[in-house]
Every structure is written in structure tokens, then in C-alpha cells.
């Protein structure tokens, strides 16, 4: 295996046995310089990999024309009853739990 840079190299080895990888493999998994990345690429998606205990449940509303408020610039009755046609979801866990949100 070739030996890549000393921090490269230790970072790689610091990884669990399963996560270990070559860059000599081809299999997909490959190494580039942020600067090339930012020449290359505008958007970067994460996923988070939860635990198989988790559970989900998906909610779908959207913000639109008709039903979002924004927030009130002031507490009259106008825009207060404007700011309450945002979405509103009402969550009440049945015990104590960890809570992850994504909008």
C-alpha cells in the first residue's frame, strides 16, 4: 500500500477496521483537495446514519403563498393571526427521547 501524507496516512489508520480504506482500491472512494472540490462542486449533501433503534415519521407541508405568515414584525391581532398559518406540527414523545428535526 502506498504511504500517502503523515496526516492523510494517520487519519486513515485512526479509522475503526471497517472504515479503513486504500486509494490505490478501485472501488469509488477517492481523495481531492478542497480547492479542487470548490472548482468542481457548489453543494455538498450530508446524511446522518442513525441507529437502528430509531424510529421516523415524516410530516410533508411546505411554506406558501397562502399559509405562511413569517414572523410578526408586531403583536396586533392581524399579524399575530397571520403568523398562525405557518405549518404547525404538535410533538409530544411518550417518553424521554432524542429528538432530530430536519426542515
Known amino acids: 500500500m502506498k504511504k500517502y501524507t503523515p496526516l492523510l496516512q494517520k ?3 485512526s479509522l475503526p477496521p471497517d472504515d479503513q480504506f486504500d486509494l490505490e482500491a478501485d472501488d469509488g472512494i ?6 479542487d472540490w ?8 450530508l446524511n446522518l446514519d ?7 415519521v415524516r410530516f410533508s407541508s411546505s411554506w406558501n403563498h397562502q399559509n ?3 414572523l410578526p414584525t408586531a403583536y396586533t391581532a392581524e399579524l399575530l393571526s397571520r403568523y398562525a ?5 404538535v410533538i ?5 427521547c432524542q429528538i ?3 426542515l
Not at 477517492?30 to 480547492?35: D, N, T, V
Not at 442513525?50 to 421516523?56: I, K, N
Not at 409530544?92 to 424521554?96: W, Y
Open 11 to 13: 487519519y486513515i489508520d
Open 30 to 35: 477517492f481523495m481531492m483537495h478542497y480547492s
Open 38 to 45: 470548490k472548482e468542481n462542486f457548489s453543494t455538498l449533501f
Open 50 to 56: 442513525f441507529p437502528d433503534a430509531w424510529t421516523g
Open 68 to 70: 405562511s405568515g413569517g
Open 85 to 89: 398559518t405557518n405549518p404547525q406540527f
Open 92 to 96: 409530544k414523545p411518550s417518553n424521554d
Open 100 to 102: 432530530m428535526f430536519s
